[in-house]
């Protein structure tokens, strides 16, 4: 619970935290989303098998699940500022140690522990949002946070295969990346310090009425009656395949085309462009029209469907059709993904729950992504990618049907 802020301070507050929130996300996916985007390069300069290269993407996505629900319960706890400081330096340095291991295992522990700093960054982001900005405020930031993220993605795959691979190894993908992340959050800590100086954020409040009380418990019984069961399989989903296809493409297309993999990384940058696209869209499309998010995430992730089933008939004709849409269907599920993981939790700020309630559903679409990432690899190396684009498909249909049938307790729930 927050302290009401003081009238003179809170447009100062709101104006630094709008600027710093998207920077922590930046250096967020600029610490995580490496490893995936110069996976096809390991695995073809080491001589590894998708299956083996993607164990420290999984661990990684493990730990970030599993730690998102521990993350937000310390974010509703603790002073969530403190907690993104914490991953912020515990992100920096295990993207320092990865370039010095020069072992699979010892990879995979590592980018397992940073998968646990990364969870430390959204819960807590959430809260801060939540609890100092109007409701009109938080959605304009949330897609300005997620697409902050994506342009981290662009950057790296940029930089990746135009300098660091071209004409150094993977490995300076990684230091580049931790340089990055310490200036971040040398700005975070002065930052933050300006935009709450002499306020008491984030100070626990004594309740002493009891309506207040009641109506500040989640039970239960209130989740179940939401159709939540329904958005979180959804949200697995939508993990499952914006993260999916983005972490496969480059080796899809370097398999399917027999490209090199500087060219190929290069290539899928399209797929964060559409995110980008995606992101701005939906922005829009919610602050004017969207009244109910589920109902706005079935109709997207339907459209993510289609997608996937015309990837399946026409995916081998061309690479560049084929990337277009690789790119639409995961800018698609970055839409579904703003309407479930960035909107839905604000919705439980009446509970005191919007850090734990964060992180669960940020851990889902995580629980989707790790599935995916060594699922989606697995069958590539013992089925080929024409059966990875049906499960793709599968997926989809999933996804769609669960948030259909969550539409209505949902709106229930939010009236």
């Known amino acids: 619970m927050t302290t009401t802020l003081t009238a003179d301070k809170k447009n100062t507050t709101v104006k630094i935290l709008s600027l710093l929130c998207p920077l922590i996300y930046f250096a967020s996916y600029m610490t995580r989303k490496n490893y995936s985007i110069v996976m096809a390069d390991i695995i073809i300069s080491e001589g590894i098998t998708n299956a083996d290269a993607s164990l420290a993407a999984t661990l990684s996505l493990i730990s970030y699940g599993v730690g998102q629900i521990i993350s937000g319960i310390l974010g509703d706890k603790f002073k969530p500022q403190n907690i993104i400081l914490c991953g912020l330096s515990l992100t920096t340095l295990m993207n320092i140690l990865m370039p010095v291991a020069d072992d699979i295992t010892l990879r995979s522990i590592i980018w397992f522990i940073n998968g646990f700093a990364q969870s430390m960054l959204w819960p807590?982001?959430?809260?801060?949002?939540?609890?100092?900005?109007?409701?009109?405020?938080?959605?304009?930031?949330?897609?300005?946070?997620?697409?902050?993220?994506?342009?981290?993605?662009?950057?790296?795959?940029?930089?990746?295969?135009?300098?660091?691979?071209?004409?150094?190894?993977?490995?300076?993908?990684?230091i580049s990346s931790a340089v990055v992340c310490a200036v971040i959050l040398v700005i975070w800590l002065i930052g933050f310090k300006k935009a709450v100086s002499g306020q008491h954020l984030f100070e626990k409040e004594k309740k002493t009425d009891k309506s207040d009380k009641q109506e500040s418990s989640l039970s239960a019984k209130k989740?179940?009656?939401?159709?939540?069961?329904?958005i979180a399989i959804a949200i697995i989903a939508q993990g499952a395949l914006r993260d999916g296809i983005t972490?496969?493409?480059?080796?899809?297309?370097?398999?399917?085309?027999?490209?090199?993999?500087?060219s190929a990384i290069l290539k899928s940058v399209l797929i964060p462009v559409f995110g980008v696209i995606s992101i701005k869209l939906v922005g829009i499309i919610n602050g004017k029209f969207v009244k109910d998010e589920v109902k706005a995430g079935a109709v997207t992730f339907g459209m993510g469907l289609l997608g996937c089933v015309l990837l399946l008939l026409i995916y081998k004709e061309n690479q560049y059709i084929t990337l277009l849409l690789s790119a639409l269907v995961t800018g698609l599920m970055h839409g579904v993904n703003?309407?479930?993981?960035?909107?839905?939790?604000?919705?439980?700020?009446?509970?005191?729950?919007?850090s734990t309630m964060s992180g669960i559903i940020n851990s889902l679409t995580y629980v989707g992504s790790a599935a995916a990432t060594y699922g989606f690899g697995a069958i590539s190396d013992n089925f080929g990618w024409n059966t990875v684009i049906i499960s793709w498909c599968v997926v989809a249909v999933i996804g769609t049907a669960c948030c259909f049938v969550a539409v209505k307790p949902w709106k229930k729930f939010i009236a």
């Open 124 to 174: 807590p982001l959430v809260r801060i949002m939540a609890a100092t900005m109007d409701s009109a405020t938080y959605n304009k930031v949330c897609v300005n946070v997620n697409i902050a993220g994506i342009s981290g993605t662009i950057l790296l795959y940029i930089t990746s295969s135009a300098i660091w691979i071209k004409y150094f190894n993977w490995k300076y993908v990684f």
């Open 223 to 230: 989740l179940l009656l939401s159709g939540f069961i329904f």
């Open 247 to 262: 972490d496969w493409v480059p080796t899809f297309i370097i398999n399917t085309f027999n490209l090199e993999s500087s």
């Open 338 to 354: 703003f309407f479930l993981i960035c909107i839905v939790p604000a919705r439980f700020e009446k509970y005191n729950a919007v």
